[in-house]
């Protein structure tokens, strides 16, 4: 007993848990940035500092190397601890950068080395990262708990998506769908999310959703809860520039899948149950609901159908449509699974929506 | 030795056996109707004058006719002894009681006239209840056993006096129902309190250090309690209460760890209120073990455990502390250590002070001056408040000490070290033994009809059998009457 309790000491020593990372000691990366300047990598690191003789709480660094794994080599140069990534918030990855190269590769550091995170929000930031990296903003917190803050809560209200590294790379290696991730831009000097970034099945950056476009990307992809809200003109009802605003509290969203003619064909039915938010339009809602109901529903297929359509044309599809040609359509899907892009562009998606609305607010 | 049948002799004898016993008084009398001189010797200290002048003095002169021997002297005292050994003659007067020599007798009367110095029975201090009784043990076995034999009006209750020390000469009761204890568990305490060879048992908490099972263990293997209404609970488990003369805290065993954990107002509230209160003492426990040692496993270690906004908050509080986590901790853990410790032997005017200026110190003077940081603070706050909750003050304590340990393997192996720190502990308490019984019943070994008393409490009508815990040979403890 007394031996094996002495063996036990003796063996912790030799393991390396005796190697501790002081919180004081280290540089914690929260948020990593990736952009290239004329064809060199620029990796950035922005840590928080404690110490009470530093004027800034927040040191950021940017170094040129040819991967992250160098690249933190190199911040360790600079940084006043050891550069560590187990607290990455976000790796915010420039526009210009993501079109030219497929961004999973230079990930890879972060999917291997288990000490790092891979919860970490993965962003593409429209504009240089150096502007993002180095802005103060009085009214904000910390960078990193400023942008995490910032796409959580708008990923709530559905106008950008939230995609961690782990979400990206399960979507990137399923051949069924194509990875996405939210987008952020600064403007008036302020940073702002701005929709959704989505990316091929190499993981290169293809387009981007507006804000306006991705609630409805959500719809499709049955993320509805809590609610998706959306603004709409009343023009068809009431002849003039009015809004509506409506919420999407339930719903249901079905797929159909076949294969015919050499191509898949797609039936998305969507049961929309709609509450309304706001009426600025003058329409006597007690009698017109049919008219209502239609006329949300239309805006719906409306705007499900434009986007499915941006997707075939860019032969992405996050939505996940290959997963249903795969559930139902095997055979087929086995053939094209690795080029899925091309035979979603080819196929046929149809969309039909109901809507229902189940409340008309507190006021009548 | 015999007892000298003339009067002149026994004076001798007394003056050879108390030389210079100033407060032995040694009266002889002529009682006039029975024509001979009585001797009464009684220590002035320990006895009760009032008792030797009315019960004694008073009908020996006056209403004593004519007695020819010991046995038909008037007294009235009820509990009269004779004996014809100066040995007893002896311990006798040790114990208070008074003694009655005749002239030409050989035999002396023992009278019960004891009156030592001894206070009224009070609140119980350490372990105070809300609902429980408000009595607590005093120093005489004697008022002890009474308060005991209050609750159990009942001829199984046995009592069982042996003598410890040499010197001391102490009672020890041992109190069990014979239905209920198991008879081996019983032989075996009998037996270790025999075995004891020492001057003087002062308190207890002596005794329980020279009969426990495993002296090497940091946790209590018996409990103290000052509660009779405890006592008595532990009782009706078939367990055995150990009182002991001069002590106002009586020993209770076999015990199981889980046992420390409950309060006799467990038993007086609403079950889902004593669940409640019992899952806040379990966690209680393991924040006062372990919550220091995380907080350093954490810093020192695993910062990635932490969310990102509380690391920040963290980070930030420790911007000034020149210390590395384990010495700030055991600097503040030192520091509520010496701050309990200064309180507890202080008068209570003085106690308070010492809260005060610990308080302000502790509290605001070293995380202004940077030396600790605000989250140590308030880790260390809720390890003591975690370790004051733990009702019996033995456990308590042994809870603060190894919480010490804990911070010193977590600082050198983080949560590996402390998993590894835990694991030993719960080896050791699953090997530990308390007079042969296993000390972690109902867990090690799992008996899971027992469960329904430990840290959650069932509503009593459920609870229909006692726990085996102690081995007892009658389980039943009472029948369904609800549903």
Redesign the interface.
């Given at each position: 007993m007394k031996a094996a309790?002495l063996l036990?000491c003796v063996a912790?020593f030799l393991s390396g848990?005796?190697m501790?990372?002081?919180?004081?000691s280290?540089t914690?990366t929260?948020t990593l940035g990736l952009d290239t300047d004329g064809g060199k990598l620029l990796s950035y690191s922005s840590s928080?500092v404690?110490?009470?003789d530093a004027k800034e709480h927040t040191e950021v660094i940017e170094v040129n190397a040819s991967s992250l794994r160098e690249g933190r080599y190199k911040i360790d140069l600079f940084a006043s601890g050891r550069a560590?990534g187990?607290?990455i918030?976000n790796v915010v990855i420039g526009k210009a950068f993501a079109k030219k190269k497929e961004i999973p590769s230079l990930l890879d550091v972060l999917y291997r080395d288990p000490?790092n995170?891979t919860t970490a929000l993965l962003i593409v930031y429209d504009g240089p990262v150096k502007e993002l990296m180095e802005s103060k903003q009085k009214d904000k917190p910390?960078l990193?708990?400023a942008i995490?803050d910032l796409i959580m809560t708008t990923a709530v209200d559905k106008q950008t998506v939230k995609a961690n590294l782990l979400d990206f790379h399960r979507t990137l290696f399923d051949k069924g769908c194509t990875p996405f991730a939210s987008e952020m831009t600064r403007k008036n000097g302020k940073m702002m999310a701005n929709g959704t970034a989505l990316f091929d099945n190499k993981g290169k950056y293809i387009t981007s959703l507006s804000p306006k476009e991705t609630p409805f990307l959500q719809l499709l992809r049955k993320e509805i809860k809590p609610a998706i809200p959306f603004t709409l003109r009343t023009a068809a009802l009431t002849g003039k520039k009015e809004n509506i605003s409506v919420s999407i509290e339930h719903g249901k969203v079905r797929y159909e899948t076949r294969y015919r003619n050499g191509r898949f064909q797609f039936h998305v039915q969507i049961d929309a149950g709609v509450i309304i938010t706001e009426k600025i339009a003058d329409i006597d809602i007690s009698k017109k609901q049919k008219q209502l109901e239609k006329m949300i529903a239309h805006e719906i297929k409306t705007k499900t159908t434009a986007l499915v359509k941006t997707f075939q044309h860019h032969h992405v599809d996050p939505v996940g449509f290959g997963l249903y040609a795969r559930a139902y359509e095997y055979d087929h899907w086995k053939k094209v699974e690795n080029d899925w892009g091309k035979a979603f562009a080819a196929a046929d998606v149809s969309v039909s929506v109901k809507a229902k609305v189940i409340s008309y607010g507190v006021i009548h | 030795m015999w007892i000298p049948s003339s009067l002149a002799e026994v004076e001798a004898t007394i003056q050879a056996t108390w030389g210079e016993t100033p407060d032995l008084v040694v009266c002889r009398l002529n009682v006039r109707q029975l024509k001979k001189d009585v001797l009464l010797l009684y220590l002035d200290s320990l006895a009760d004058k009032n008792s030797i002048n009315n019960n004694v003095l008073q009908p020996l002169l006056f209403e004593t006719h004519d007695a020819t021997n010991v046995e038909e002297v008037a007294v009235l005292i009820g509990q009269k002894k004779y004996t014809n050994l100066w040995s007893e003659v002896e311990t006798a007067v040790f114990q208070g009681e008074s003694v009655l020599f005749i002239d030409g007798e050989q035999q002396a009367l023992l009278l019960d006239t004891q009156g030592w110095p001894q206070r009224a029975i009070a609140e119980p201090q350490v372990e105070s209840s809300i609902k429980g009784a408000h009595q607590g043990f005093i120093e005489t076995s004697g008022k002890n056993i009474a308060l005991i034999r209050r609750y159990l009006p009942n001829r199984e209750l046995k009592v069982k006096e042996l003598i410890v020390g040499r010197r001391g000469k102490t009672k020890v009761a041992l109190l069990y129902l014979e239905d209920v204890t198991h008879p081996e568990v019983l032989k075996e305490l009998e037996d270790r309190i025999r075995m004891i060879d020492v001057d003087a048992v002062v308190n207890t908490g002596e005794l329980m250090q020279l009969i426990e099972d495993n002296p090497f263990s940091p946790f209590p293997q018996f409990l103290l309690t000052e509660r009779p209404d405890a006592a008595v609970s532990n009782l009706l488990q078939g367990r055995i209460v150990v009182v002991v003369d001069r002590s106002p805290s009586v020993m209770i065993a076999p015990m199981s760890f889980i046992a420390f954990f409950q309060t006799i107002d467990d038993y007086s509230t609403r079950w889902m209120i004593a669940t409640f209160l019992r899952l806040l003492r379990t966690l209680a426990f393991f924040i006062a073990i372990f919550l220091p040692s995380l907080y350093i496993a954490a810093i020192s270690f695993h910062y990635e455990l932490l969310p990102l906004n509380l690391i920040l908050t963290v980070g930030e509080s420790r911007e000034q502390v020149p210390l590395p986590p384990i010495l700030e901790a055991i600097l503040m853990e030192l520091a509520i250590e010496m701050l309990r410790e200064a309180g507890l032997r202080l008068p209570a005017p003085i106690g308070q002070t010492v809260g005060i200026v610990g308080g302000v110190v502790i509290g605001q003077a070293a995380v202004q001056a940077g030396l600790v940081s605000n989250i140590m603070v308030v880790v260390v706050a809720i390890t003591a408040i975690g370790s004051f909750i733990i009702p019996n003050p033995d456990m308590s304590e042994s809870v603060r000490l190894i919480r010490f340990p804990m911070m010193i393997v977590s600082s050198l192996f983080g949560v590996i070290g402390m998993a590894i720190g835990l694991m030993i502990l719960v080896i050791h308490l699953a090997c530990l033994e308390s007079l042969g019984t296993p000390f972690g019943s109902p867990f090690a070994p799992v008996r899971f009809r027992d469960w329904k008393d430990t840290v959650v409490r069932f509503p009593l009508w459920t609870m229909r059998s006692r726990p085996l815990s102690a081995h007892p040979i009658q389980l039943k403890r009472q029948t369904k009457t609800r549903k």
């Open positions: 309790a036990l912790l848990c005796g501790n990372t002081k919180l004081d280290l914690m929260l928080p404690f110490n009470k560590v187990g607290k918030q000490k995170s910390r990193a708990v995490k | -």
